[in-house]
């Protein structure tokens, strides 16, 4: 018996928040299911009909009973709505300092990348303790990342960017799991996650990336698809500059603002005419086809590494 485990192992800040609300719900349904099969069983005996003549006497209600019968139900949701609200939120909201990985799903792999420049298939190395925030989409049909040990499950979707976290808290090789049926090899959509030690993963990651930073990558392609002949630096371009732009409010055509976010960016290369910048023409030709969901993403940190003028306006 010593090898039968229910569950995984508890191996990231959230897991054991999340398994003791599945034990309090399992509880509850526990007692109710076994309180209700109790007290049929024994009314089913105590009043059952003695003889042909006996008529129960009639009951018109009983007011205490239903407000307890209304109060106590009502009570114990707002509990499992208030903890499972407060547990959702904390999985929902990575820390500002959260160490950024960009995850790619394509049937039937997952592709990941680090800021550094390191690219990984089915295989995510992770310092311990550190949080760790994934942001991540999908090049052709709905994906699910999902790390038992981690208690993290996040659907990835094509055209749009989702984002959950984990801080792992146990070294160790832990299953990444597709969750959403997507294709003849999904049952194969299989990886590991490497929790290491934060000083094997310095050395891990200076075991280099020969293509550079992502953000470096990003630069090399922002000149080769000569993106930088319009996106000039100094704004005499006849796109926008893009200095400065990340994470500030840009004013856009016909009214309307929008926060330049990695979601903003990513629908400004690939259908650029959605969203035109207020003060120019809608000249860009679109990049879907020429680019694919990892230049992207290399573009995005290029654009971030301009830099961040603060307070200002997006052009
Ligand atoms: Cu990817 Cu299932």
Not at 38 to 47: D, H, K, N, P, Q
Not at 188 to 215: C, F, H, K
Not at 216 to 234: I, R
Request: aromatic content about 12%.
């Amino acid at each position: 018996m010593g090898t039968l485990r229910l569950f995984p192992d508890q191996a990231s800040t959230i897991a054991p928040e999340v398994d003791h609300l599945l034990y309090f719900l399992l509880a509850v349904a526990v007692f109710f299911t076994l309180g209700i099969f109790l007290s049929i069983l024994y009314f089913a005996i105590r009043y059952r009909r003695r003889s042909d003549r006996e008529l129960p006497h009639v009951i018109h209600g009983g007011l205490t009973l239903e407000i307890l019968w209304s109060v106590i139900p009502f009570g114990l949701t707002m509990v499992m709505f208030t903890w499972g609200a407060s547990v959702f939120f904390r999985e929902s909201r990575p820390p500002d300092h959260a160490l950024q990985i960009y995850v790619v799903g394509k049937q039937w792999m997952w592709k990941l990348q680090h800021m550094e420049g390191q690219r990984e298939i089915n295989e995510l190395h992770i310092p311990l303790g550190r949080p760790v925030r994934l942001t991540m989409t999908s090049e052709d049909v709905i994906h699910s990342f999902y790390v038992p040990a981690f208690r993290t499950k996040q659907d990835v979707v094509p055209g749009r960017y989702s984002t959950t976290w984990f801080q792992p808290t146990k070294a160790g090789r832990y299953h990444l799991f597709c969750a959403e049926y997507c294709g003849t090899n999904h049952s194969r959509m299989i990886g590991w996650i490497d929790v290491m030690e934060p000083q094997d993963y310095q050395n891990w990651l200076s075991g280099g990336a020969p293509q550079g930073t992502l953000a470096e990558s990003g630069q090399k392609l922002f000149e080769s698809l000569a993106c930088v002949n319009c996106h000039k630096a100094d704004g005499t371009g006849r796109c926008p500059s893009l200095v400065g732009v990340f994470g500030n409010t840009v004013h856009l055509a016909g009214g309307g603002t929008v926060t330049a976010n990695e979601e903003y960016i990513r629908e400004s290369i690939l259908r650029p005419d959605a969203k035109i910048v207020a003060g120019y023409q809608p000249v860009m030709p679109t990049f879907q086809g020429l680019v694919t969901e990892e230049g992207v993403v290399q573009l995005i940190e290029y654009i971030k590494s301009l830099g961040q003028k603060p307070g200002g306006t997006g052009r």
